[in-house]
């Protein structure tokens, strides 16, 4: 092996991979094939989307409690 990159990406089970990916590409590439401190890793920080809330039906549930 050569040399090997991981990215991450914050929050990721609410995040759509298809919808991010090329940006994550484009903002580590500067950093590819290069020695990266792994203590002190490269941060970058981009504009993320404007959330939104889906409020569906109201629905009335029995009160749980510990039995």
Known sequence: ?????SMS????DHRDLNEI???MLA???PNFDKAVDRE???LINSDV???HVKIG???VV??????
Do not use: C, N, Q
């Open 1 to 5: 092996m050569l040399w090997m990159t």
């Open 9 to 12: 990406v914050d929050d990721p």
């Open 21 to 23: 990916y090329e940006k």
């Open 27 to 29: 903002a580590g590439a």
């Open 40 to 42: 002190h890793p490269v």
């Open 49 to 51: 989307p404007e959330g």
């Open 57 to 59: 039906r109201p629905e």
């Open 62 to 67: 029995d009160d749980f409690k510990s039995k």
